[in-house]
Nanobody, 118 residues
Framework: VQLQASGGGLVRPGGSLRLSCAAS????????MDWYRQAPGNQREWVAR???????DYTDSVKGRFTISRDNAKNTVYLQMRSLKLEDTAVYYC?????????????WGQGTQVTVSS
């Protein structure tokens, strides 16, 4: 399965963007799907998770502003980002994790650049 992230761009502070992560196969095969981000000079950090049971979780800095969702019919996971801040600037990556025979396998998208600037 390949993941393709898209939807990044340049936005002003307070603006919104919706990122998409389209899978070449069924995303139902993933036990969870996540968004990560990496700002210049920083390590990649986890942003949001959508578990197969439908539960979601977010890093504290984006709670109340970002929403992760999943469309199984389109094999796509979304990250709706609102009230964007300068510090949200980063390359955003999606990740799908599948569990097989007791092992976890990670699949990463190529990243999409989000730049928040006035």
């Amino acid at each position: 399965v390949q993941l393709q992230a898209s939807g990044g761009g340049l936005v002003r502070p307070g603006g919104s963007l919706r990122l998409s992560c389209a899978a070449s196969g069924s995303i139902s095969s993933f036990s969870e799907m996540d968004w990560y981000r990496q700002a210049p000079g920083n390590q990649r950090e986890w942003v949001a998770r959508f578990d197969n049971d439908g539960s979601t979780d977010y890093t504290d800095s984006v709670k109340g502003r970002f929403t992760i969702s999943r469309d199984n019919a389109k094999n796509t996971v979304y990250l709706q980002m609102r009230s964007l801040k300068l510090e949200d600037t980063a390359v955003y990556y999606c990740r799908g994790q599948s569990l097989r025979s007791g092992r976890a396998y990670d699949y990463w998208g190529q990243g999409t650049q989000v730049t928040v600037s006035s």
